[in-house]
């Protein structure tokens, strides 16, 4: 258990939708961040917040946006999902600096019908 | 940019059997951190090992065991005596320059067979 919790663990919607993923970051943990899995993109980066600022951002869609609360927790919002979202979102914790590593939550697999 | 190239897709081994993974990396930064992680069907990914670019030794933790070797920019990772609880994807990672930005490889799908 790497400490980093992930809701819901599954989620099925129709294209159109809107959805929202939370994420907890380990304990004392400033940074969060949310990694996309899919069969033909890999994993790759989304986003990361830093202490409720965001601090960098990858190839993450408008239709996507993130934000992290004070108590540290983040959420992921997908709004307009359409078939190509249906993925596994990670988001991983880490204490915020360059050199550390980066704990995985269990993930939230969305697929889109 | 940087790049991980994992060129082994699936590899599939005998319990018992020793397993290296390969992982060749590219980078214009001279100091870069160097991660594996393991994700087993449970679908989690599971931190494994982090390393610096300035320590070239070896590291062992139990059955596992990490080659880093600067000059041919590799990253490799070996099993030795396998089980089928390794039975994963594994992936090697780098951090995007002067970010925190994980750049994966494809990963390198392990099965081991009892």
């Known amino acids: 258990d790497s400490g980093v919790t992930q809701t819901p663990k599954h989620l099925i919607t129709a294209t159109g939708q809107r959805v929202t993923l939370r994420c907890s970051p380990r304990s004392g943990d400033l940074s969060v961040y949310w990694y996309q899995q899919s069969l033909d993109q890999g994993l790759q980066f989304l986003i990361q917040?830093?202490?409720?600022?965001?601090?960098a951002k990858g190839n993450i869609l408008e239709r996507f946006s993130a934000q992290q609360f004070p108590d540290l927790h983040s959420e992921l919002n997908l709004s307009s999902l359409e078939l190509g979202d249906s993925a596994l979102y990670f988001c991983?914790?880490?204490?915020?600096?360059?050199?550390?590593?980066?704990?995985f939550g269990p993930g939230t697999r969305l697929t889109v019908t | 940019a940087q790049k991980v190239t994992q060129a082994q897709t699936e590899i599939s081994v005998v319990e018992k059997e020793d397993v290296t993974l390969d992982c060749v990396y590219e980078?214009?930064?001279?100091?870069?951190?160097l991660f594996w992680y393991k994700q087993p069907p449970s679908g989690e990914l599971v931190f494994l090992i982090r390393?610096?670019?300035?320590?070239?030794q070896n590291e062992i933790s139990g059955r596992y065991s990490w080659n880093f070797q600067k000059s041919t920019s590799s990253f490799n990772f070996t099993i030795t005596a396998s089980q089928v609880v390794d039975s994963a994807v594994y992936f090697c990672?780098?951090?995007?320059?002067?970010?925190?930005?994980?750049?994966f490889g494809k990963g390198t799908k392990l099965t081991v067979n009892p």
């Open positions: 980078t214009r930064d001279t100091t870069y951190y």
């Open positions: 991983a914790s880490s204490a915020g600096t360059y050199s550390y590593e980066q704990y």
């Open positions: 990672a780098l951090p995007q320059g002067g970010s925190e930005k994980l750049v």
């Open positions: 917040y830093y202490n409720g600022e965001e601090r």
């Open positions: 390393r610096n670019s300035f320590d070239e």
